[in-house]
């Protein structure tokens, strides 16, 4: 299940993922405000939590996040991905050099600090 998160800049996006993702999840609820975000702010951030009980997601829904992260490549300001998930970090910084934006991984005990990092002008 993807949800929406408030309390986030006007030029953000926030989204916690957990349990087992599906494409219809990128469907309802992350493409829908990534695209409303972006037809009002040149630039936008990125908070994305991966909760905990996260237990994977569907090829189909690995697609749409490739898909909509690239679709919108140049429009991201900056990136921050908030998990404990070892895999998930790993990933992020192992690939997250080929991405032309600012990506940090934060651990859940330090969300707080991640929404003030997202917050910073880039």
Same mark, same amino acid.
């Given at each position: ?44 951030? *990125? ?34 991905? *908030?998990?404990? *998930? ?5 990933? *992020? ?30």
């Amino acid at each position: 299940m993807i949800e929406l998160l408030g309390g986030f800049p006007a030029d953000a996006v926030a989204f916690r993922g957990s349990g087992f993702l599906t494409k219809e999840d990128y469907d309802r609820v992350l493409v829908p405000a990534v695209e409303e975000a972006l037809k009002t702010h040149e630039g936008v951030k *990125v908070y994305y939590e991966i909760a905990s009980d996260f237990s994977g997601m569907s090829p189909a829904a690995m697609w749409e996040d490739f898909r909509v992260g690239m679709q919108h490549l140049s429009r991201w300001k900056r990136v921050a991905v *908030v998990t404990d *998930v070892p895999w998930i970090g790993q990933m *992020v910084q192992m690939f997250g050099f080929m991405i032309p934006v600012t990506i940090r991984v934060f651990a859940i005990a330090d969300a707080a600090e991640a929404r003030v990092w997202l917050g910073q002008d880039s």
